[in-house]
């Protein structure tokens, strides 16, 4: 594995064509939108490639069968002393015969979700907290497709203080885990170059849907709202403002999300969104 600098990410990006699930966040990569890195089995003419944002979803495509490549590989995912990672990565595939090349590589390390291996509902708690930090875990991932004869959305009721407004600098910023300050490079470039809708009470944004990525005519929806203000409808409300934009501006709204997070893929089929694949996703511990 040959780390390249950007000035050759351009010979990474064919690598990319043909993929069938969503790789706008490795397009922000090898487009040099946001600073991630790039990993490959030879600089001048790359025929593997490893692309990790920032945010920490990464995905290996290219030829699987590159025995010098695959070793070192192997140490990257385990992190034994290979010293590459530095967070945890969410891991995507292409094509599937590298499934088959982390089963030989990865061995017992490797655990299935689908494996029904454990206890009942306690399953995923369990792969999470018992072996999340030493083995690497596959889940799913779907992919979705927008159908806009089956999107309706509704009106809007807010309760007395909130409003439903497009965000803007003027707002105090969320923090959680899928906000747009992990997905381009700063704040202020997301407010320039992204856009977002949110419910926004006293100046302060307690729910919104942004542009975690935005290629060609694609713009790729992350949703988040604060865990006090759960449960009111406010995602859905702020997605349904987005979304709107999308079909008044030309763009296609893009969703995806781990299947095993109930929330985003059931409110993905509230907004018209209908499952277009599913796929294997490796969690790699830290």
Not at 190 to 213: E, H, M, N, R, T
């Amino acid at each position: 594995m040959l780390k390249i600098k950007e000035n050759n990410y351009d010979k990474v990006a064919p690598l990319l064509e043909g993929i069938p699930f969503n790789t706008l966040f490795a397009r922000a990569v090898t487009d040099g939108d946001v600073k991630g890195e790039v990993y490959v089995d030879s600089v001048e003419l790359p025929k593997t490639a490893y692309i990790v944002h920032p945010y920490g979803m990464s995905l290996l495509c290219g030829n699987p069968g590159n025995h010098i490549f695959n070793e070192k590989l192997m140490y990257y995912l385990q992190d034994n002393n290979w010293e590459y990672r530095k967070q945890k990565e969410w891991l995507q595939v292409y094509p599937s015969k590298w499934e088959e090349v982390f089963k030989v590589l990865l061995k017992d390390k490797l655990v299935k979700y689908t494996d029904r291996l454990y206890a009942d509902n306690c399953e995923r708690e369990y792969l999470i907290k018992e072996m999340g930090h030493s083995h690497i875990i596959c889940w799913n991932r779907v992919n979705f497709n927008f159908i806009p004869g089956e999107y309706y959305p509704g009106p809007v009721f807010l309760p007395d203080g909130y409003e439903l407004k497009r965000i803007d600098e003027t707002m105090q910023k969320l923090q959680g885990s899928v906000v747009p300050d992990y997905f381009w490079n700063t704040y202020n470039e997301f407010l320039q170059k992204g856009v977002a809708f949110g419910v926004v009470k006293d100046g302060k944004i307690v729910s919104i849907a942004f542009s975690a990525y935005i290629k060609n005519n694609e713009l790729e929806i992350g949703v988040e709202t604060a865990s006090s203000c759960r449960g009111k409808g406010f995602a859905i409300l702020s997605c349904h403002a987005l979304i709107n934009y999308c079909l008044e501006n030309g763009f296609t709204p893009v969703w995806s999300c781990r299947k095993e997070n109930a929330c985003s893929f059931k409110l993905a089929q509230k907004l018209g969104f209908r499952i277009s694949g599913t796929y294997p996703y490796y969690s790699l511990p830290e």
